[in-house]
């Protein structure tokens, strides 16, 4: 069997809900910790893979800062939640009946979150890593969140691309958890 032949055999708007739940997760977490879009979006042809870009902040890090090291560990949170968020996805519904197993959605986010993994120096990074991806699922699995989350991949899904006023229609700029 090759590699992607399980993914192959998942319908395309299957594959793009998926992937709409996984920038959703991003969205979201980054929501919570006042980490708001720019926009995001399922990239052409088909939606199997998307990016969510954040405002950018207005400084570095600098270790010296316990606000930038918390600021970090914020950063591989919102990085989790894409695979956090597109599992909730494969977890049911029609999601669940097409779930491929092992998927590799997340490479592209592991590979963003060694920068703030280096700057942080976690004595066990796998452990580090593991607890701000509970971080995020716990956020996820909010019933708001849950809510907004579908109502964000479902925007995504139609349009291919959502931004920040969109989220603001559904979710807010209230006070975030």
């Avoid at 969205?27 to 990016?51: K, M, N």
């Avoid at 902040?57 to 090291?69: M, N, Q, V």
């Avoid at 009946?97 to 700057?119: A, C, T, V």
């Avoid at 066990?124 to 701000?132: H, K, L, P, V």
Wanted: with cysteine.
């Amino acid at each position: 069997m090759r590699p992607h032949a399980a993914l192959d055999a998942i319908p395309v708007p299957i594959r793009r809900a998926a992937c709409a739940f996984h920038e959703a997760g991003h969205i979201l977490v980054g929501w919570h910790h006042r980490r708001y879009i720019t926009h995001a979006w399922l990239r052409p042809p088909y939606g199997f893979s998307g990016e969510t870009c954040f405002v950018p902040y207005h400084r570095g890090f600098a270790t010296e800062r316990k606000d930038d090291l918390a600021r970090a560990e914020v950063e591989v949170t919102i990085l989790s939640a894409g695979y956090c968020g597109e599992m909730i996805y494969w977890n049911e519904g029609e999601g669940l009946k097409w779930y491929p197993g092992e998927i590799n959605s997340h490479d592209d986010d592991l590979q963003q979150m060694l920068p703030y993994i280096r700057f942080l120096r976690p004595q066990d990074e796998a452990a580090f890593r593991q607890r701000c991806a509970r971080a995020a699922t716990a956020i996820l699995y909010d019933s708001r969140m849950i809510a907004a989350q579908k109502a964000i991949a479902g925007v995504l899904c139609e349009r291919r691309r959502i931004e920040p006023d969109d989220v603001d229609d559904i979710i807010g700029r209230g006070s975030a958890g």
